[in-house]
């Protein structure tokens, strides 16, 4: 009995050492190949890596798939980080919608900051330095800053970033557009929509407001003057946008009205004063993005009227047929 008890005592033993020699040299190899670490990547990051030039791949079966010189460019990444992403097209920038049938005299209503435009008038690149601005896209930015003189931690530097986007990328549905940075510019691309005898229409007398918010200022109307169909049938409107120079978006539309409106303004932050508001009305949405700011503002549906004020630098050009009324 004894001696059966003394062999399985050392049966168990030599169990145990085998047991703890393994499991010693299965750390230890653990521990020489160590895991790789626990990184996040996305799909489109992954894909890029998998299908880059240096790869034996030819990935043409992926639509999203950018090729790897763009997803590095660094004028292209700034661009990406520098600018406003609320703004994807020039719509965004629009605001003070209103209803034809709104514009009553006599009638209150409310525009913000009595339609004084917040980026500073700048005058225009000369004809000769305009040749020499860097293309306006996105792959452009670092480029423009340089041209410019613009940090990166710069509030300019984020308004190139979004102007370069803005003029960068393709016309809206039904328009012909152009980012004018010269006088030259600006007049080759109206003439070229409306000829060379036209008439320019522009917001004055936008008082300056103290408030530094984006408020809705109280203003009355007082007069309305309306364009015909005819005048209204293609016109150009030029919207000024924040840059180191002049630089307007200017895009040839159809289908309008134009519209004048005198507004009293209430003196709650200045000397009361008139502006002289210039609006267009579109007479057809159809072909505007179902996302345009009008459609919520004014709860209407895709398609119907619209209207919209222009603030204090944008302007607007028709062939030669006055305001009436």
């Given at each position: 009995?004894?001696?059966?008890?003394?062999?399985?005592?050392?049966y168990?033993?030599?169990m145990?050492?085998?047991f703890?020699?393994?499991s010693?040299?299965?750390m230890?190899y653990?521990?020489?190949?160590?895991l790789?670490?626990v990184?996040?990547?996305?799909p489109d990051?992954?894909?890029?890596?998998?299908?880059?030039?240096?790869?034996?791949?030819?990935?043409?079966?992926?639509?999203n798939?950018?090729?790897?010189?763009?997803a590095?460019?660094?004028?292209?990444?700034?661009?990406?980080?520098?600018?406003?992403?609320?703004?994807v097209t020039?719509?965004?920038l629009q605001?003070?919608?209103?209803?034809?049938?709104?514009?009553?005299?006599?009638?209150?209503t409310?525009?913000?900051?009595?339609?004084?435009d917040?980026?500073p008038?700048?005058?225009?690149?000369?004809?000769?330095?305009?040749t020499?601005?860097?293309?306006?896209?996105?792959?452009?930015t670092?480029?423009i800053?340089?041209?410019?003189?613009v940090a990166r931690?710069?509030?300019m530097?984020?308004?190139?970033?979004?102007?370069?986007?803005?003029?960068?990328?393709?016309a809206l549905?039904?328009?012909?557009?152009?980012?004018?940075?010269?006088?030259?510019?600006?007049?080759?691309?109206?003439?070229?929509?409306?000829?060379n005898?036209?008439?320019?229409?522009?917001?004055?007398?936008?008082?300056?407001?103290t408030?530094?918010?984006n408020m809705?200022?109280?203003?009355?109307?007082?007069?309305?003057?309306?364009?015909?169909?005819?005048?209204g049938?293609?016109?150009?409107?030029?919207?000024?946008?924040?840059?180191?120079?002049?630089?307007?978006?200017?895009?040839?539309?159809?289908g309008?009205?134009?519209?004048q409106?005198?507004?009293?303004?209430e003196?709650r932050?200045?000397?009361?004063?008139h502006?002289?508001?210039m609006?267009?009305c579109?007479?057809?949405?159809?072909?505007?993005?179902?996302?345009h700011p009008a459609?919520k503002?004014?709860?209407?549906?895709r398609?119907?009227e619209?209207?919209?004020?222009l603030v204090?630098?944008?302007?607007?050009?028709?062939?030669v047929?006055?305001?009436?009324g």
């Amino acid at each position: 009995m004894f001696h059966c008890s003394h062999n399985m005592a050392t049966y168990n033993f030599r169990m145990l050492i085998m047991f703890l020699f393994f499991s010693a040299t299965s750390m230890a190899y653990a521990t020489s190949r160590p895991l790789a670490e626990v990184t996040s990547s996305s799909p489109d990051q992954l894909i890029r890596e998998v299908c880059s030039p240096q790869s034996l791949l030819t990935c043409n079966n992926y639509d999203n798939a950018e090729p790897v010189y763009v997803a590095a460019d660094e004028g292209a990444e700034a661009a990406g980080i520098l600018r406003d992403r609320s703004i994807v097209t020039i719509n965004d920038l629009q605001e003070d919608f209103f209803l034809e049938s709104s514009l009553v005299e006599g009638r209150k209503t409310t525009v913000h900051n009595y339609l004084y435009d917040p980026a500073p008038s700048r005058a225009f690149l000369s004809p000769t330095d305009a040749t020499t601005l860097p293309t306006l896209t996105t792959y452009n930015t670092l480029d423009i800053m340089r041209f410019y003189g613009v940090a990166r931690d710069s509030n300019m530097a984020t308004s190139i970033a979004t102007a370069a986007y803005l003029c960068g990328s393709a016309a809206l549905p039904g328009e012909a557009r152009s980012c004018a940075a010269s006088t030259d510019a600006l007049a080759a691309f109206v003439a070229a929509q409306l000829g060379n005898n036209v008439r320019v229409y522009a917001t004055k007398g936008a008082p300056t407001s103290t408030s530094t918010s984006n408020m809705k200022a109280p203003v009355t109307i007082m007069k309305v003057a309306k364009g015909s169909v005819e005048e209204g049938r293609k016109i150009v409107v030029c919207h000024h946008l924040a840059f180191p120079s002049a630089l307007y978006y200017c895009h040839a539309v159809t289908g309008t009205k134009v519209v004048q409106a005198t507004l009293k303004t209430e003196g709650r932050y200045h000397q009361r004063a008139h502006i002289k508001a210039m609006a267009v009305c579109h007479l057809n949405t159809e072909l505007w993005l179902s996302r345009h700011p009008a459609f919520k503002a004014l709860k209407i549906a895709r398609g119907e009227e619209a209207c919209h004020f222009l603030v204090g630098n944008d302007l607007l050009f028709t062939r030669v047929a006055p305001i009436v009324g």
